[in-house]
């Protein structure tokens, strides 16, 4: 890696003057690697449906956090931007407690992971966007994209979000949407995480859970002592997503039977938990090893949403 290509500070200034074009509103710090950034465009806020996505982004030559294996700009990249995608959040309740529609929230919420590190290549942005603070200027994209949305939900259809990690943030706007709508079809939030404490959103959710009846909140963990250490209470072993839904768990526990035809499954976050069938070169579909929760949903009669072939499984896929 080349050293960081340093800039003048009149030449960063005019930068950020340049390509910046929204200011962090506020940032919620859930704990040193997971945090909720508001924003506000200079433009006003963008329209967007709930599980849609925009990018984010800051110069190369903006400092990052310490620890950070951060991707060191070559010289010729050293006046541009990073950008990323980051799906729409939402707080779901405003300050007086009460359900908030995402298009009545009046900033733009993004729940953000720090990647420290990572086996492919270092990571660009997060150690930047974990620098910042209110007043501070970044890019937001002024294009809302994506089709990861409510749009082939019907009005007495179940839906189930499952996620991993901040895999939930498109899940809030969905549920506050659904909820606000009068959906009179159940709803279910699952969302799987290493420990408890990076569920952001699980009080919002839990009073969300508290006032509807026909809304379930549910978690996982996988490095908690009942997941790892078979001497502690209440001992459960790991449960990925996919263990949950196979076992039966997942019905149990949210109260309403997996019904393909009346039921549609979105899934988002990290690939591996989603497990996508790859294309052979021979033209056949072959899911991933291990097994992914697209293998465990279709061998239980859901089918891939496509283009020219609608379905219930739906998923938006991180990296
Ligand atoms: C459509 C879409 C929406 C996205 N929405 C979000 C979002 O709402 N919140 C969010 O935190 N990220 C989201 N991401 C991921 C985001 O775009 C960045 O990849 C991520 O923030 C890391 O950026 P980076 O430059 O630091 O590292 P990158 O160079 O982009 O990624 C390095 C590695 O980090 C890991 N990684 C990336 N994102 C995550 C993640 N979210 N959780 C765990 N590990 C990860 C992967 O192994 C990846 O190869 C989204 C991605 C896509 C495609
Ligand atoms: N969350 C933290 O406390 C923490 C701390 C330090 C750094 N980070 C960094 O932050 C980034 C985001 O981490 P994250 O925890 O939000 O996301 P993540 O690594 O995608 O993990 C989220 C959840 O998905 C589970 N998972 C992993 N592989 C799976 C699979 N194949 N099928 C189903 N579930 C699977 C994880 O279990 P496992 O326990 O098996 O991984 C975890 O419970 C990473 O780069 C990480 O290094 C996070």
């Known amino acids: 890696m080349a050293d960081r290509p340093t800039l003048s500070a009149a030449d960063a200034a005019l930068l950020r003057e340049q390509h910046y074009n929204a200011t962090v509103n506020s940032v919620v710090d859930v704990h040193s690697d997971l945090r909720i950034l508001r924003i506000d465009p200079d433009s006003g806020m963008p329209g967007f449906e709930p599980g849609q996505y925009t990018v984010l982004g800051l110069g190369h030559w903006e400092e990052a956090i310490d620890g950070s294996e951060h991707e060191l700009a070559r010289p010729r990249d050293a006046e541009k931007l990073v950008?990323?995608?980051?799906?729409?959040?939402?707080?779901?309740?405003?300050?007086?407690?009460?359900?908030?529609?995402?298009?009545?929230?009046?900033?733009?919420?993004?729940?953000?992971?720090?990647?420290?590190?990572?086996?492919?290549?270092?990571?660009?942005?997060?150690?930047r966007l974990f620098q910042l603070s209110a007043g501070d200027r970044l890019f937001m994209g002024d294009k809302v994209t994506g089709h990861y949305t409510l749009e082939p939900v019907a009005p007495g259809d179940n839906v189930v979000l499952a996620a991993t990690g901040t895999g939930e943030a498109p899940h809030t706007g969905m549920v506050a949407q659904l909820l606000a709508g009068g959906h009179t079809g159940r709803v279910a939030v699952v969302t799987c995480v290493r420990h408890r404490r990076d569920l952001a959103y699980a009080k919002a959710f839990g009073e969300l859970e508290s006032r509807y009846d026909g809304f379930r909140y549910l978690m996982l963990t996988t490095r908690e002592p009942e997941n790892v250490d078979p001497s502690a209470v209440g001992y459960v072993g790991k449960r990925y997503l996919q263990d949950y839904f196979d076992?039966?768990?997942?019905?149990?526990?949210?109260?309403?039977?997996?019904?393909?035809?009346?039921?549609?499954?979105?899934?988002?976050?990290?690939?591996?938990?989603?497990?996508?069938?790859?294309?052979?070169?021979?033209?056949?579909?072959?899911?991933?090893?291990?097994?992914g929760m697209v293998e465990v949903l279709e061998n239980r009669g859901f089918r891939i949403d496509e283009r020219d072939r609608p379905g219930n499984l739906h998923f938006e896929k991180y990296w």
């Open 247 to 291: 076992s039966g768990d997942f019905e149990r526990e949210a109260g309403f039977p997996l019904e393909p035809e009346r039921t549609h499954v979105f899934l988002c976050g990290n690939p591996s938990m989603i497990g996508a069938p790859h294309r052979t070169r021979a033209g056949d579909d072959r899911y991933p090893t291990p097994r």
């Open 83 to 127: 950008r990323r995608a980051y799906s729409f959040s939402c707080p779901m309740l405003d300050d007086a407690g009460d359900l908030l529609p995402p298009s009545e929230t009046p900033f733009a919420e993004f729940y953000i992971a720090l990647v420290q590190r990572s086996d492919i290549h270092p990571p660009s942005l997060t150690p």
